[in-house]
């Protein structure tokens, strides 16, 4: 075990990729599961509170402690076993994304979710039910869990399997490996039925094993999971698209989206049309920063999308015929753009959309600013509405902005950046607004960073109060001290 009190590697763990800025007056690095639930009991025994770091990567200060110990995740970084024959991987929680995709990729399988930031921890996944690009076929994390070993607040051990432990309606009964029993009273609330990671996770008649994924660190530690993989795609076809016409972008994202949820629902190698597996979007200002790193971005480009597909050898022309026949009908520029085949030109399409991301994490740090955005998705017959709401409102604050993201789940965001505090509170009042517009679309305030410590007014929006306060009863039953992140959600 590590134990680590200097003021350097205190204000190392206490700042997340937002800038949001906390403190803490210890941080612990466990290097086996066996220190992690030490640890964990000393420091509840001590009424100590516990924040859990993974990658520092979060935008909601879910990571960043306001307070006593930090726990990093950093040396459980182990992947113990991948059982190819059964599409399956056991690792511990500081497995880093980048570092699971290398392996797998060595014996022809990969990890669907795609977070944005590679240098994310399967743990930090979890606690998130952390997405990206390919939630659009594949779904968030969640859908990738088949069991975790949970370590609760006061050192116990929850061992769940998915589908093992069920609700009885709204009532979920569990059970620690010593012993102990713990029965949760769900609150019966709607959540949206769309991509959405705001507040526990609750169902009726719910699987266990889903109550703490996207919990945000608050009921539990994760030490340990097994989650699903799949093999590899014959084919790749991936894509820069380059648009002369902001709305004949949305005019194709529509088309293809439509497409590609009607088609990924069919085995790939059959299919002959459009079955995108992401759509990623960038508008005028990201291109205009783009260009920076990048001077072969079209000069009349207004707009960008990155796609990818899967494909075989029998099918692999059918689909590029058709994707330059319906892109000729919406752009000026369908001769202009990027289109790869081979792994090389499909790393280089992420890395382009990687970049901007990570260009205004560095700005933010260069200039001390906390991130503003939104993070905000709706169903899909409300996005054309939404997307003039948040462009038009977002144009009017006269502050430089960024749109960008998740196209294909009508989840785009808006990146905000402030010189001063009168710009901040224009900009905090755009987030507002945009937040009350998706929640009257029937949407949600986060559909993939959660809420943290920054948004837990989003929260109080989106559920009425007798709700979160249900929530928090949840919370008070693993954790009656309130030790483990605390500030996070409530």
């Known amino acids: 075990m590590i134990k680590k009190t200097d ?21 612990y690095i466990p290097e086996d599961q066996a220190e992690l639930i030490k640890i964990v009991a000393e420091l509840s025994g001590k009424n100590i509170p516990i924040t859990i770091a993974g990658g520092l990567t979060g935008l909601t200060g879910s990571g960043v402690p306001l307070s006593g110990a930090v726990i990093s995740t950093e ?29 797998l990729h060595e014996i022809n399988l990969f990890y669907p979710p795609n977070p944005t930031e590679t240098n994310s921890t399967i743990g930090g996944n979890i606690s998130t039910n952390a997405s990206g690009s390919r939630t659009f076929k594949y779904g968030a994390t969640r859908n990738f869990v088949d069991r975790l070993k949970v370590v609760l607040a006061n050192g116990d051990i929850l ?8 609700a009885d309606g709204y009532e979920l009964n569990v059970t620690t490996l010593q012993g102990n029993e713990y029965t949760i009273n769900l609150p019966a609330i709607t959540m949206p039925a769309i991509k959405h990671a705001a507040g526990y996770y609750i169902k009726e008649n719910m699987d266990a094993i889903d109550l703490f994924i996207g919990s945000e660190g608050t009921l539990g530690i994760i030490a340990e999971a097994t989650m699903r993989v799949v093999a590899e795609p014959e084919k790749l076809l991936g894509g820069i698209l380059f648009f002369d016409n902001e709305t004949q972008v949305l005019e194709f994202a529509d088309i293809v989206r439509a497409k590609s949820l009607a088609n990924n629902k069919f085995d790939y190698r059959k299919n002959l049309d459009i079955s995108f597996r992401l759509i990623e979007y960038f508008d005028s200002h990201s291109l205009g920063f783009m260009r920076n790193i ?22 692999e022309t059918a689909i590029m015929d058709e994707l330059y026949s319906l892109l000729k009908e919406k752009s000026q520029l369908a001769d202009e753009a990027w289109i790869g085949a081979d792994r090389k030109a499909h790393l280089d399409f992420q890395d382009f959309r990687h970049a901007l991301a990570l260009e205004v994490h560095e700005k933010l740090v260069t ?46 965001h808006t990146d905000l950046f402030v010189d001063n505090e009168s710009e901040s509170q224009i900009a905090h009042y755009y987030c507002d607004t945009a937040i009350k517009k ?21 929260l109080e929006l989106m559920y009425r109060s007798e709700a979160i306060e249900s929530m928090k009863l949840i919370k008070s039953t693993f954790d009656p001290k309130n030790l483990l992140c605390r500030g996070n959600l409530f």
């Open 7 to 27: 003021t350097d590697t205190i204000e190392y763990y206490s700042r997340d990729a937002s800038n949001y800025h906390g403190t803490a007056d210890v941080v």
């Open 294 to 315: 990048r001077s072969d971005i079209p000069a009349k480009a207004v707009a960008a999308l990155w796609i990818e597909q899967e494909m075989s050898r029998e099918n």
């Open 367 to 412: 200039y001390g600013q906390e991130k503003i955005g939104t993070d905000t998705a709706v169903p899909n017959d409300c996005f054309k509405e939404y997307f003039d709401f948040i462009i038009g409102n977002v144009k009017k604050t006269g502050l430089k902005y960024f749109a960008f993201g998740h196209i294909g789940n009508c989840h785009v």
């Open 438 to 458: 998706a929640l009257d679309l029937g949407g949600t305030v986060s559909a993939e960073h959660g809420i943290g410590k920054k948004k837990k007014k989003s």
């Open 159 to 166: 061992d769940l399997r998915r589908g093992e432990v069920l």
């Open 75 to 103: 040396k459980l970084n182990q992947i113990i076993e991948i059982d190819k024959d059964n599409l399956s991987v056991v690792l511990e929680p500081g497995v880093r994304v980048f570092e699971l995709q290398a392996k």
